[in-house]
């Protein structure tokens, strides 16, 4: 489960366990009081299905200098015990070559005359050598966005990457917002006593 943190700055970021790997994401303004409003409170965990909401909006995005900003290393994942939801983990766009969530962009390129398309990271972009017919973050996509560069002859029709990528924008997470509002609201008003302190959603 992801944890909201206060950033020393103000505002508020997000970690999250994914793939093994522990994650820190920014999140939009609207994205923070999303959660907020969810009755999600600095220091405490939410479910990941939520955070990936907020990601393929665009309200939630990683960069590689987040990381070292929050200084976030590998082994606090077993401090925080940000344990995983595999369930919500598919939900997270991924490199199509290493599986990394930083700086994603949706990318097509020629290779020897056949069309070739990708969701790659900042590191995997600038390795390529080939010019991009098609290069757009991954935060800016949405349904509507695909299928026009689809029709636009921009993309190759029927890609698994765009397939994926579609499943995961089509992916109706309201119940999960609701679940833990409701959730959420029914241990505030019990007495807590004999409650766990974490969420569980499943
Ligand atoms: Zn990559």
């Known amino acids: ?34 959660l907020l409003d969810a009755g999600i409170q ?4 939410f479910p990941l299905a939520l955070l990936a909401d907020l990601a393929r909006a665009g309200h939630a995005w990683t960069t590689p200098s987040m990381a070292e900003q929050a200084g976030i290393f590998y082994a ?49 972009r600038a390795e390529l050598p080939e010019r991009f017919t ?5 935060t800016l996509l949405s349904l509507g966005a695909l299928s026009q560069l689809e ?12 397939g994926r990528l579609r499943e995961s924008l089509a992916a109706d997470l309201s119940a999960s917002w609701e679940a833990f509002r409701r959730q959420n609201a029914s241990r505030q008003a019990g007495l807590n006593f004999d409650r766990p302190d974490e969420l569980d959603l499943g």
């Open 1 to 34: 489960m992801p944890l909201l943190e206060t950033k020393n700055a103000g505002g508020y970021f997000a970690k999250a366990n994914i793939n093994g790997v522990v994650v820190s994401f920014h999140l939009t303004p609207f994205g923070q009081r999303q």
């Open 42 to 45: 600095p220091g405490k965990k």
């Open 76 to 124: 606090e994942q077993f401090d925080l015990n940000l344990v995983g939801d595999e369930s919500a983990e598919g939900l997270f766009a991924a490199c199509t070559n290493d599986g990394k969530l930083d700086d994603l962009h949706l990318v097509a390129w020629e290779s020897s005359g056949r069309p070739i398309l990708k969701l790659l990271c900042g590191a995997c």
């Open 134 to 138: 098609l290069n757009v973050p991954v």
């Open 151 to 162: 029709a636009q002859g921009k993309m190759p029709a029927g890609d698994s990457v765009l």
